[in-house]
């Protein structure tokens, strides 16, 4: 993907979330009758920032008290319904707010994403006997990992923008595995870290406590970056697991124009830690010089980047 075309991607995902929210007759009607005045001809702004800010009191994300909510939001409604900026957060509020079908949904993340061929899931690569993880309580409904590699190849940070939604009533906590190399964890958005530990597999977990606790179909919107040590190991691959199925994936591993790899490929695996790719094709990074792929959900599987210097 060229330099123009990824500054389009923002673009283009908000203008398939106008063309939606005009001719789908269910999200048109929940706008309308929250707008002060009804036009046909264009979207209220103050209507949908209702439709949103009574998704975000009715799910506790935001305190029923902030009654200008509706009022605050706005502007941020504008620019994602123009095209200056739409994150993944916006979305997940626009998607849930709305109550978007599944297929609306899976276009809206894909073209975020950037990915013109939509991808279909991968699943069931799986095939180490190791220790079963603890019962899931939640299921991820978006995942958006960026990796960045430093000028000495080593990696420098993990970005991950995630929202999950609980599939029981009472999850307040979301764990997540990193690599051992990780030497800090910063929550930004979401929650706060709490402990960290290593289990009897070496699989190093940090648990992330929830602002608010979820109830069954509440959803939670994260964001959380690994640091990793100046001059550390040399990366060479990324991988991520997934037990339970996760839906609407975005993996990218950015590099330093200084620091550009040979070669790049897209993997998957059977273990998330050994073993060679079950399946493997190269990757032409953009003129960001970044790996990029979006799939649809990943399920009992390891996917990722692996690399040649």
């Known amino acids: 993907m060229s330099s123009g075309e990824r500054r389009a991607v923002p673009c283009q995902a908000s203008q398939l979330l106008r063309e939606l929210l005009l001719a789908r007759p269910g999200y048109r009607r929940r706008w309308q009758d929250q707008a002060e005045r009804r036009r046909s001809t264009d979207i209220s702004l103050a209507g949908v920032a209702r439709v949103i800010a009574a998704h975000l009191w009715a799910t506790g994300e935001r305190p029923d008290t902030a009654t200008s909510l509706p009022r605050d939001i706005k502007d941020r409604v504008r620019r994602a319904l123009a095209g200056e900026s739409l994150t993944p957060q916006t979305l997940s509020w626009f998607i849930a707010a709305f109550g978007m079908d599944e297929r609306d949904e899976r276009s809206l993340w894909a073209t975020l994403a950037g990915d013109r061929d939509q991808h279909t899931g991968i699943s069931h690569t799986i095939t180490s006997t ?3 993880a603890p019962r899931q309580r939640h299921r991820t409904i978006a995942l958006f990992e960026r990796y960045s590699v430093a000028e ?3 990696f420098a940070s993990r970005t991950t923008l995630q929202t999950i939604m609980a599939i029981e009533d009472g999850v307040d906590t979301y764990p997540f595995s990193h ?3 990780v030497h800090r964890v910063d929550v930004r958005y979401g929650g706060s870290l709490g402990r960290q530990y290593v289990d009897g597999d070496g699989l190093h977990t940090a648990v992330i406590v929830l602002d608010r606790r979820l109830c069954h179909g509440e959803t ?3 964001e959380y970056v690994c640091r990793y040590p100046d001059g550390g190991c040399r990366a060479t691959q990324v991988r991520r697991a997934a037990r339970d ?4 994936v975005d993996i990218a591993v950015q590099f330093p124009e200084s620091a550009v790899p040979r070669r790049v490929t897209w993997a998957v695996w059977p273990d998330y830690r050994d ?3 079950v399946a493997e094709e190269p990757v032409s990074l953009d003129a960001r010089h970044c790996a990029h792929r979006f ?3 990943i ?3 390891v996917v990722g980047f692996r690399w040649e210097w």
Request: proline share 12%; no cysteine.
């Open 152 to 154: 000495d190849r080593s």
């Open 295 to 297: 799939v649809r959900f």
């Open 130 to 132: 190791r220790d079963p």
């Open 299 to 301: 399920e009992e599987t």
């Open 220 to 222: 939670a919107a994260l």
């Open 179 to 181: 690599e051992p190399a």
């Open 275 to 277: 073993g060679d790719p």
């Open 245 to 248: 199925r996760a839906e609407n």
